[in-house]
Nanobody, 127 residues
Framework: QVQLVESGGASVQTGEPLRLSCRAS????????MAWYRQLPGKEREGLAT???????LYQKPAKGRFTISKDRAENTLYLQMNNLTLDDTAAYIC?????????????????????WGQGTQVTVSS
């Protein structure tokens, strides 16, 4: 059974950095397409960053230039390094995985299809 558990959420001030973690169990993340999303209550999930099975990365607009997605295969953990946080970054941050081992965001291969989701970790940014 695949489980994704996020951690690292906190209350921080504007401009501060924060690193989120998503530890996977039940599956190796080495060749998985994985992603970070965020969500506000009553709103749809917003995609932030995706790393494909081939290692190529795609960032959505809110994350470009400030966030970095990465994998630690030894720790079986996905990370999201967030810098220069703003009030608009306040949300629950959720990781997702495509268990097929084939999904990509660029290059040859099928698109990522996320079937496994974590519960989320809360990030609150204040001035």
């Amino acid at each position: 059974q695949v489980q994704l558990v996020e951690s690292g959420g906190a209350s921080v001030q504007t401009g501060e950095p924060l690193r989120l973690s998503c530890r996977a169990s039940g599956i190796s993340i080495s060749n998985l397409c994985m992603a970070w999303y965020r969500q506000l209550p009553g709103k749809e999930r917003e995609g932030l960053a995706t790393i494909g099975a081939n290692g190529l990365v795609l960032y959505q607009k809110p994350a470009k230039g400030r966030f970095t997605i990465s994998k630690d295969r030894a720790e079986n953990t996905l990370y999201l390094q967030m810098n220069n946080l703003t009030l608009d970054d306040t949300a629950a941050y959720i990781c997702a995985a495509d268990p097929s081992g084939q999904g990509v965001v660029r290059g040859a291969g099928p698109p990522c299809r996320f079937r496994n989701w974590g519960q989320g970790t809360q990030v609150t940014v204040s001035s």
